[in-house]
Nanobody, 110 residues
Framework: VQLVESGGGLVQPGGSLRLSCAAS????????MGWYRQAPGKGRELVAR???????DYAAHVKGRFTISRDNAKNTVYLQMNSLKPEDTAIYYC?????WGQGTQVTVSS
């Protein structure tokens, strides 16, 4: 199993980024996928999940700003992040069950 994130970077408050996670080594279409993040000095926390059933859920602090989506033909899950805030600064990780990607840094700063 391999999960490879991309799309992180430095963005100003109010800006947008789209993260991608390319998955391989398992049947992506029946997998529940998630995005988590870890800010400096804090624990890893759920951001959003996209279940194989089509159901999505979001952490309260990103609801309405972030959108998780997936393309089963490309074995990729995305996280569209809008109206970014400095408190969104963290390493963002892609997750599937016990498997994690290496993370991608998102920094929101002016």
């Amino acid at each position: 199993v391999q999960l490879v994130e991309s799309g992180g970077g430095l963005v100003q408050p109010g800006g947008s980024l789209r993260l991608s996670c390319a998955a391989s080594g398992f049947t992506f279409s029946i997998a529940d996928m998630g995005w988590y993040r870890q800010a400096p000095g804090k624990g890893r926390e759920l951001v959003a999940r996209f279940f194989s059933t089509g159901i999505t859920d979001y952490a309260a602090h990103v609801k309405g700003r972030f959108t998780i989506s997936r393309d089963n033909a490309k074995n990729t899950v995305y996280l569209q992040m809008n109206s970014l805030k400095p408190e969104d600064t963290a390493i963002y990780y892609c997750n599937c069950g016990i498997h994690w990607g290496q993370g991608t840094q998102v920094t929101v700063s002016s």
